[in-house]
């Protein structure tokens, strides 16, 4: 089994879900008593999050690089990167490394088009749903991606933050999701990409009319499969 190595913190509500998810798929493969060999380096997300906001993309980027090179230093053999906003700096972190970058658009973009749903809403932080550096990759893959309109993207992104990252879980938050799921719906969307790691969190399967592509899920998925591809 190769050793996986996850880049944590942002928040750690959903890196709880990714150690969760690997050893859950690693037991599921391998058998009862089997585990996921995994490092993982889990940062202060406080500094990211201010960098993000403050657009100091560089300063946040520094961070991540630092703990890539960390994992890959202690026998990491791929990197995870645990969180959709920060794959902005995804290049960087791959160039600092000699291992390989598990980018989390990929999985996502193969599992859409694998199920035939090329029109896909995209769900997420302000960052994600409004700049290009996951738009364009899953474009690249022939999907067409619609995000939601504006104060419906500042209401998801607010609750990302304000709640999701802190744990904090609310049926009247669900149902704002859900209304702004119902409006990419009418816009023509296939399915709904979870495009943030604490979404799924919040928003389950039974939970939504169109089908969900859980970016943690099938990042996670694609972490094992790694592992264990011999």
Known sequence: MRTIGLIGGMSWESSAEYYRLINQQVRDQLGPLRSAQ????????????QAQHAGRWGDAAA???DAA????????????????????VAGQIQAAIG??????ADPTGQAAVEAGTLKVGLLGTA??????????RLAAMGLTVLVPE????????????????????????????????ESLTARGAQAIILGCTEITLLIKPEHSALP?????????QAAVAFALDN
């Open 38 to 49: 995994l490092l993982m380096y889990s940062v202060d997300f406080g500094p990211v999050e």
């Open 63 to 65: 961070i991540l690089v």
């Open 69 to 88: 090179r960390r994992l890959e230093a202690g026998g990491a053999e791929c990197v995870v990167l645990c969180t959709n906003t920060m794959h902005k």
């Open 99 to 104: 291992i390989p970058f598990l980018h989390i």
């Open 127 to 136: 960052f994600t749903m409004e700049q290009d550096f996951l738009k364009d």
């Open 150 to 181: 504006v104060e419906e993207r500042q209401a998801v992104h607010r609750i990302i933050y304000d709640e999701l990252c802190v744990g904090v879980i609310s049926e009247a938050s669900r149902k704002v999701y859900q209304q702004v799921i």
């Open 212 to 220: 969900l592509f859980d970016t943690t899920e099938l990042h996670a």
